[in-house]
């Protein structure tokens, strides 16, 4: 009697342990399978947008902008997020350059007609703004050793890869909003200056 009461009372504790066990294993591994899943998708929902967001205004200050989408050789797609003109007479053009191709692009003719001795290498140096209206075109500037002021080394540009660009021009009158944008080897894009 004395046996077979001690061998329930062991069994009602193993029971009661094992209900407990399963009841915290069960609420915490699926309350801790929630919070995994809720956790990365919950901020994800949240802050992946920003993350993106903040990738993409890396190279604009409008990143959701989009002034202009080119098209061109080699599969590669150039986005224009802004042209800003500051108080110090320049306008700063900034995007993005993405090799929609399948092969490793360098950035040799977007140099434009540069000599040998001027040290910008694979750049957006070609680059040009045209005031159609005004009939002037504004190059790229360049510091005091001839390099310009934009973004250099666009070498091997993998496919799918996306890289910032920015360029520097003088700026146009203060009435002209409206350009072209010239890279060389790509069709020319209309944007719309703004005030920084």
């Given at each position: 009697m004395?046996?077979?009461?001690?061998?329930?009372?062991a069994c009602?504790?193993?029971?009661?342990?094992t209900l407990?066990?399963c009841?915290?294993?069960s609420?915490g591994?699926s309350?801790?399978t929630?919070?995994?899943?809720?956790?990365?998708s919950?901020p994800?929902?949240?802050?992946?947008?920003?993350?993106?967001?903040?990738?993409?205004a890396?190279?604009?200050a409008?990143?959701t902008?989009?002034?202009?989408q080119?098209?061109?050789?080699?599969?590669?797609?150039?986005?224009?997020?802004?042209?800003v003109?500051?108080?110090?007479g320049f306008v700063t053009v900034?995007g993005?350059?993405?090799n929609q191709?399948?092969?490793?692009f360098?950035?040799?003719y977007?140099r434009?007609?540069e000599?040998?001795?001027?040290?910008?290498?694979?750049s957006v140096?070609?680059?040009?703004?045209?005031?159609?209206?005004?009939?002037k075109r504004?190059y790229?500037?360049?510091?005091?050793?001839?390099?310009?002021?934009?973004?250099?080394g666009?070498?091997?540009?993998?496919?799918q890869e996306?890289?910032?660009?920015?360029?520097?021009?003088?700026?146009?009158?203060?009435?002209?909003?409206q350009?072209d944008f010239e890279l060389?080897?790509?069709?020319?894009?209309?944007?719309?200056?703004?005030?920084g």
């Amino acid at each position: 009697m004395r046996r077979t009461v001690t061998t329930l009372a062991a069994c009602a504790a193993a029971a009661v342990f094992t209900l407990t066990g399963c009841g915290g294993g069960s609420g915490g591994g699926s309350g801790g399978t929630d919070k995994a899943g809720a956790t990365p998708s919950a901020p994800a929902g949240s802050s992946a947008p920003a993350a993106t967001d903040t990738a993409g205004a890396t190279p604009s200050a409008t990143p959701t902008q989009v002034l202009a989408q080119i098209k061109g050789d080699s599969g590669m797609e150039v986005v224009i997020n802004s042209a800003v003109r500051d108080s110090g007479g320049f306008v700063t053009v900034q995007g993005t350059l993405t090799n929609q191709g399948d092969q490793p692009f360098t950035a040799s003719y977007w140099r434009g007609t540069e000599m040998a001795l001027v040290p910008s290498g694979p750049s957006v140096a070609g680059a040009v703004l045209v005031d159609e209206a005004g009939k002037k075109r504004y190059y790229v500037l360049r510091d005091t050793d001839g390099t310009c002021l934009c973004t250099t080394g666009l070498l091997l540009i993998q496919p799918q890869e996306s890289r910032p660009f920015f360029a520097q021009f003088p700026a146009p009158p203060a009435g002209t909003t409206q350009v072209d944008f010239e890279l060389p080897t790509m069709p020319p894009a209309k944007i719309t200056i703004s005030q920084g």
